[in-house]
């Protein structure tokens, strides 16, 4: 079965800095791959996915990830992070009929 | 307009009690989720249904019975509450079964005394 490894737990922050949080798959293959987002206190949002196709995928707010097959890779990334990204980074990967999570990364964007 | 809603939004109960969380989803997807996030945010699968039947049943206890009575509703029992029930559920539905984006509920944090 797949699994899935956020090596970054808590990523601390200034607003303006770029991020990068890092995301594997354990084996390959087809793959789809999504990374969502939970702010505090709130569910789950879809940042954005991979199916096929361009490996770099841009999301919603400024996000983007890029998928790496050679490196069972799906970072997200953001140029300049702001104090309203504050939340926690799930990376996720289909298998058969569900999604497999990652244990999540916290971000702290400090002003 | 709410996708996925849950209701409570809240439950405080005691150890030992039987509880429902109810979950409905207005995107005509055909296949359903409750997932459990621990305090440690970690989210893992606990039932999936595709139009009213069970397809994903990952190792949970059988004190929790989910049911689906029509593919929009997929409602989730809980018997004989633990404390180690404590946690946040999420339901979520997509289109089709394994493909596609899933859309997540609000989340349903429960809490056994």
């Known amino acids: 079965a797949q699994s899935v490894s956020q090596h970054n737990h808590h990523v601390i922050l200034s607003e303006a800095a770029s991020l990068e949080l890092g995301c594997n798959y354990s084996?390959?293959?087809?793959?789809?791959l999504f990374w969502y987002v939970q702010y505090p206190g709130q569910h789950l949002q879809l940042l954005l996915k991979?199916?096929?196709?361009?490996?770099l995928v841009k999301g919603i707010k400024g996000f983007e990830a890029e998928f790496i097959k050679s490196k069972f890779s799906f970072n997200l990334r953001k140029p300049s992070v702001q104090w309203s990204d504050t939340a926690e980074y799930f990376c996720?990967?289909?298998?058969?009929?569900?999604?497999?999570f990652g244990t999540g990364t916290r971000l702290q964007v400090f002003p | 307009d709410t996708a996925v809603s849950q209701t409570p939004k809240y439950l405080v109960t005691q150890m030992g009690n039987d509880k429902s969380i109810k979950c409905e989803q207005n995107?005509?997807?055909?296949?359903m989720y409750w997932y459990k996030q621990d305090s440690k945010k970690f989210l893992k699968i606990m039932f999936s249904?595709?139009?009213?039947?069970?397809?994903i049943n990952e190792t949970v206890p059988n004190r929790f019975s989910p049911k689906s009575p029509d593919k929009a509703h997929l409602n989730l029992h809980i018997n004989s509450l633990e404390l180690g029930d404590s946690a946040v559920y999420f339901c979520?539905?997509?289109?089709?079964?394994?493909?596609?984006?899933?859309?997540f509920g609000p989340g349903t944090r429960l809490l056994v005394l």
């Open positions: 249904y595709n139009n009213k039947e069970l397809i």
């Open positions: 084996y390959g293959g087809t793959v789809n």
């Open positions: 995107l005509g997807h055909d296949t």
């Open positions: 996720a990967v289909k298998d058969t009929d569900k999604l497999i």
């Open positions: 979520a539905s997509s289109q089709v079964v394994g493909m596609g984006t899933q859309y």
């Open positions: 991979y199916f096929s196709g361009d490996p």
